[in-house]
């Protein structure tokens, strides 16, 4: 059954901070909703590219040498493979994620905040 | 350089309905944005998913058997490979859309507004 997900109806499910919720999958990617605020942490992903869009709020990424960009609302940005990355929300952003069904939430590091596949599909 | 893309400033820049813009690429998919109006076409896409998101007005999407389903701001379906659809907007709707790389417009079947890749790339 093909049905309408609705994303900010998604997210208002969600209450903690950067644990993203998968909500949709099309081909090998899926779509995830987040809250976030703070920091999450410095990572990378090796293979593979992921997009975010901010739905409510403003979210900063900061990238090596000091770059940072700035998403506002309805603005998304996809940060390449390999790339060094830090996003940051100064006040609660929601945000819709686009990755492979194999990208790690944190890439290459494990901190406390880090959820499994499983954690985001919510099982 | 990574930068920001505004999906309702790059939707302004289109004047056609039904000619999709890539926008941004993540993985093996492309994001594009498309201002649609009326009725595209009955047509499936054999080996790909198709994701149609409302950014501004209502999407109506008809599937075999009568069915329907109705996408308002803010809501997304996927819709399955092999899946026929065809996609109404009975007022000026805006759209983003993800699909692979390789997708057709309007998958098996060519019309009028069938528009190639090169041509959703600005080619």
């Known amino acids: 059954m093909i049905s309408p997900v609705d994303l900010l109806a998604a ?4 209450t903690e901070h950067w644990s993203p919720r998968v909500v949709g999958r099309v081909n090998d990617q899926y779509v995830k ?3 976030v605020l703070g920091e999450l942490v410095w ?8 997009l975010f ?11 090596g040498g000091g770059r940072e960009i700035v998403l506002q609302e ?6 390449p493979r390999g790339t060094m990355h830090n996003p940051i929300a ?4 929601s945000i819709a994620l ?4 194999t990208t790690q939430h944190t890439g290459d590091v ?6 499994s596949i499983a954690e985001q599909l919510g099982r």
């Open 74 to 79: 309805g603005q998304f940005c996809v940060v």
């Open 110 to 115: 494990k901190i406390s905040r880090t959820r």
């Open 33 to 35: 909703v987040a809250k």
């Open 11 to 14: 997210l208002d499910t969600i």
């Open 43 to 50: 990572h990378k992903h090796d293979d593979e590219d992921e």
């Open 90 to 93: 100064d006040e609660e952003c």
């Open 98 to 101: 686009i990755e492979t069904v």
């Open 53 to 63: 869009l901010v739905l409510r709020g403003r979210l900063r990424i900061q990238f």
